[in-house]
């Protein structure tokens, strides 16, 4: 089946650092690809969509210029988490979506800590 | 908007219990409706779909039936094993809005030996 890689998958750092995400599609071309946050026993939330070599589609409440997304080839996009601060600290995980019609495809997560 | 509202859990059950997860949806179009699973500290997993009404989605002993006219997607499953303890998301997707996938708040369950 279809297979998203997502890396790293738990990163620690101090606040002030700035982090990158990658999400890889392996084995399909992702038109679409999503960024989801998700806290503790909570479901997910959609942060963001982008699509292949266009910027992304950001989510009402979500700070364009703090998650950086790049979605520049039809298998890879990359969340920067700039400038990160303990209440970045979460789960995020990517999805991928070959055609319109078709499901998304999910990484594993990165978690993500801030100290 | 589109929205789906699942049943609250945590849901604990012994092993080989029959388990019902409800899940209703709201949506102005025609759905596409799914079941995700997730194991912890990992993505989600898509365990079953299904694309228009009366079709019913299985895998590994769970299934779901599309209801138009209870605008349901309850997941099932007859014999529980410990290994199916997980979290499980509802979702929707609809191709009038994008085909953006909204979430159920998910259901924990638990099965115990």
């Known amino acids: 089946g279809a297979v998203v890689s997502q890396h790293p998958s738990r990163v620690i750092c101090k606040s002030g650092t700035s982090v990158k995400i990658e999400c890889r599609s392996l084995?399909?071309?992702?038109?679409?690809m999503f960024w989801y946050r998700q806290f503790p026993k909570q479901s997910l939330m959609l942060m963001a969509t982008?699509?292949?070599?266009?910027?992304?589609?950001?989510e009402q409440g979500v700070e364009k210029d703090k998650f950086l997304i790049n979605h520049a080839s039809l298998t890879l996009s990359t969340l920067t988490v700039t400038s990160a601060h303990p209440e970045d600290s979460s789960f995020y995980i990517c999805?991928?979506?070959?055609?319109?019609?078709?499901?998304?495809?999910f990484g594993d997560g990165t978690r993500l800590s801030i100290l | 908007g589109n929205s789906v509202t699942q049943m609250e859990g945590p849901v604990t059950l012994s092993e080989e219990a029959f388990l019902t997860i409800n899940c209703t949806y709201t949506?102005?179009?025609?759905?596409?409706l799914f079941w995700y699973v997730q194991y912890p500290g990992e993505g989600l997993q898509l365990l079953l779909k299904?694309?228009?009404?009366?079709d019913k989605g299985s895998n590994k002993g769970f299934e779901a039936t599309y209801r138009k006219e209870t605008t349901s997607f309850h997941l099932e499953k007859g014999s529980v094993q410990v290994s199916d303890s997980a979290v499980y998301f509802c979702?929707?997707?609809?191709?009038?809005?994008?085909?953006?996938?909204?979430f159920g708040a998910g259901t924990r369950l638990t099965v115990k030996p």
């Open positions: 299904a694309t228009k009404a009366d």
């Open positions: 982008s699509n292949e070599g266009s910027k992304a589609t950001y």
């Open positions: 949506a102005t179009g025609y759905p596409s």
């Open positions: 979702a929707l997707s609809d191709r009038y809005n994008n085909n953006d996938m909204r």
């Open positions: 084995d399909f071309q992702a038109t679409t």
């Open positions: 999805s991928a979506r070959g055609a319109f019609n078709q499901p998304q495809h």
